[in-house]
């Protein structure tokens, strides 16, 4: 199973590749499948590929849930 985590578009370089960052660690992925990707988009990544532009305020609230559940899973240790 794959869970989609929403990134942060730091960097689109000359060969249609983007910096990704997910709460720190940075990833490189094309952005063919979806050309019209800017830098501060929230974007998710399947297989290397940015796959689906997120509005920020989604992107935000999505991350946000997977804090608290960490949080939560943190708690049960």
Partial sequence: MC???PGKVTVIDDLNMATV???GTT????????PDVQVGDYVLVHAGF???V???EDALETLKLFEEYMG???EGE
């Fill in 21 to 23: 960052d997910h709460g």
């Fill in 72 to 74: 939560i899973m943190d």
């Fill in 27 to 34: 990833r490189v992925a094309s952005v063919d499948l979806v």
């Fill in 50 to 52: 940015i796959i689906n």
């Fill in 3 to 5: 869970i989609a985590v």
């Fill in 54 to 56: 997120l509005d920020e």
